[in-house]
């Protein structure tokens, strides 16, 4: 599988290509409309999500709801133009500004901006939702929730799947803790009040995945070497953990075997559902780490590029926090991981042939005669 992101923070629209999905797979874009307004409606956004619409339009790959194994091509298109109209020359600390000058010489802090903004983060969400229903086929499921914003952190998560996702559908910030969650909206509340940003915590669970997805072979294959790599293209994610944050003694973090109704099971899941770069059919956890936005309310110190004498940062529209809507952009990330890896195992053609083929699996026999030709 192959995705293209493509377009500027403020020009005509984002694009998206997909390249290698099976044909055959009923798209539910209810669910890409809900993911999308999920993203871009949460508490802490700036300004320009209330300007934004986020519609999207299908353009190819898809002919009567059914993918068809050409490539998918979605267009967003953009509805808010840039508010800063004269040369930046100011670049804020933690933002790609004087790095990105530093590489590319173009005398215009403005033009590194429509590539760095988060903005291009409504094509992967796109995208992530629309595998969702190739997910679906295989009995995959995705969510992400909030559990920690500054520093108000979840103290107890419920255990229960399906009553995670309801109390984050009812959560402005995405915490399936009520009670932290009046806490977040303080906490953001009061960062907005002293220009103040926020970073946080999140984690996303996939449940259905099956065993034996991904690789310890290649390096660059191994499924966890794929969560990081996609999870920390996205801005202000520092830091990628699968499974338990908890990883100091080996007998209270390792997870023991144990058979139940004949299959093999796990007493835990510290290890998050991966072992060896290799699902082992347990839940897929991944806790992710999201930092303060650069852009402040309150200017910061910095230096004139132009002048190369000191100088206050500007403010350019920005949220207080991403952490919310970064839940919604990790689980897109996290399906297209999983979509990523499962038809590399799977192969592709048509959905129902990559179904027979996943059923068809099972655990091999210790026994199935494998050695008996080199045993002599």
């Known amino acids: 599988m192959k995705l293209t992101i493509a377009g500027d923070s403020h020009g005509k629209c984002m694009v998206a290509v997909l390249e290698g999905i099976p044909a055959g797979v009923k798209i539910d874009e209810d669910i890409m409309k809900t993911d999308l307004f999920r993203r871009r409606n949460c508490y802490g956004r700036g300004k320009r999500m209330n300007m934004e619409e986020d519609n999207f339009e299908i353009v190819s790959g898809v002919w009567k709801g059914l993918t068809t194994g050409a490539p998918i091509t979605i267009l967003i298109p953009n509805k808010s133009g840039n508010p800063v ?3 930046r020359s100011v670049p804020r600390p933690g933002h790609v500004d004087f790095s990105a000058w530093v590489k ?6 403005n033009v590194y901006v429509e590539r760095a903004s988060a903005r291009w983060t409504v094509a992967l969400t ?3 939702s629309l ?7 295989f009995g995959i499921e995705i969510m992400g929730f909030v559990t920690r914003i500054g520093n ?4 107890e998560t419920p255990s229960n799947y399906e009553e995670i996702k309801k109390r984050r559908d009812e959560s402005p910030v995405f915490c399936p803790d009520l009670e932290a969650t009046k806490k977040m909206i303080e906490e953001i509340d009061k960062a907005k009040k002293k220009g103040n940003t926020l970073g946080g915590k999140i984690k996303v669970i996939a449940r259905g995945v099956p065993m034996g997805i991904g690789s310890y072979s290649n390096l660059f294959k191994r499924l966890d070497s794929k969560i990081g790599s996609l999870f920390f ?3 202000a994610v520092k830091g990628v953990i699968v499974g338990s944050e908890e990883m100091w003694y080996g007998f209270d973090y390792l997870d ?11 007493k835990t899941n510290n290890l998050g559902g991966i072992e060896g770069g290799i699902s082992n059919g347990e839940d897929i956890w991944v806790n992710v780490y999201v930092k303060p936005i650069p852009t402040t309310g309150k200017s910061l110190n910095s230096v004139d590029l132009r002048t190369l004498k000191p100088a206050r ?6 949220d207080v926090t991403a952490v919310p809507p970064a839940s919604v952009v990790s689980e897109a990330a996290l399906a297209v991981v999983l979509a990523d890896a499962l038809l590399e195992h799977l192969g592709d053609g048509n959905i129902q042939d990559l179904k027979r083929r996943l059923e068809n699996e099972s655990l091999p026999r210790w026994d199935d005669g494998f050695w008996e030709k080199y045993d002599r």
């Open 313 to 318: 940062t500007p403010y350019v529209r920005s």
């Open 85 to 87: 109209k004269d040369v």
């Open 152 to 155: 108000i952190e979840v103290k």
């Open 256 to 266: 023991e075997f144990e058979i139940v109704n004949d299959r093999i099971k796990r």
């Open 126 to 128: 796109a995208v992530g």
């Open 131 to 137: 595998l969702k229903s190739l997910l679906k086929e």
């Open 233 to 235: 293209a996205i801005p």
């Open 104 to 109: 590319y010489k173009l005398p215009d802090l």
